[in-house]
């Protein structure tokens, strides 16, 4: 039921700037519902990072920045450090599923 | 520092029901500024919204799921449950609970995750 596209996978050295892109359509992100992007490192829970399409939690270091455009999302993580090795996946509402939806979900790699 | 722990069964038998629970430490369950979801994750797979509740009793369900689904809180006991019947394989995954702000759809706090396995 995964109607938010992400890519498989992203990578960057260390201190590099990588981008992940969450696709939607105009029952979701182009209804103007808000996305949302959630970090989850191996073997533990989501962890919110970004709400409302470009807030940072208390806590979530400003390396860390999502915005959104039409019927599309997107996180930046600058400086990218060994420690963010993780899956991330956005998430917002489908109106036409009448649910909240997940993105395929991203692994990103630290070389 | 709010708290979810789940629990119940790892393993439940196929076209049976799972029950789960979810018990909220270090904040009240009956704040109204909150509602209380379920979100699933098949092993090596993306998450998946099964539902929420609010402490007034009132749900919401993914409609994918919403015929065997319910939720349901007790407030005396600072817990809200989760209950699926006719369970498949399919339904095999990591069960996390998770706390919402009203009026808004992000979750802030999540518990540890709990593995359900459904076979024979």
């Known amino acids: 039921q995964s109607v938010l596209t992400q890519p498989p996978s992203v990578s960057g050295a260390p201190g590099q700037r990588v981008t992940i892109s969450c696709t939607g359509s105009s029952s979701n992100i182009g209804a103007g519902y808000d996305v949302h992007w959630y970090q989850q490192l191996p073997g533990t829970a989501p962890k919110l990072l970004i709400y409302?399409?470009?807030n940072r939690p208390s806590g979530v270091p400003d390396r860390f920045s999502g915005s959104k455009s039409g019927t599309s999302a997107s996180l930046a993580i600058t400086g990218l450090q060994a420690e963010d090795e993780a899956d991330y996946y956005c998430?917002?509402?489908?109106?036409?599923?009448?649910?909240?939806?997940f993105g395929t979900g991203t692994k990103v790699t630290v070389l | 520092q709010v708290q979810l722990q789940e629990s119940g069964p790892g393993l439940v038998k196929p076209s049976q029901t799972l029950s789960l629970t979810c018990t909220v430490s270090g904040g009240s369950i009956s704040s109204g500024s909150y509602y209380w979801s379920w979100i699933r994750q098949p092993a090596g797979k993306g998450l998946e919204w099964i539902g929420r509740?609010?402490?007034?009793?009132?749900?919401n369900y993914n409609p994918s799921l919403k015929s065997r689904v319910t939720i349901s809180v007790d407030t005396s006991k600072n817990q809200f449950s989760l209950k699926l019947s006719s369970v498949t394989a399919a339904d095999t995954a990591v069960y996390y609970c998770a706390r919402g702000l009203r009026y808004f759809d992000w979750w802030d706090y999540w518990g540890q995750g709990t593995l359900v396995t459904v076979s024979s």
């Open positions: 998430q917002s509402y489908d109106s036409s599923l009448s649910s909240y939806v």
């Open positions: 509740i609010y402490t007034s009793g009132s749900t």
């Open positions: 409302g399409n470009s």
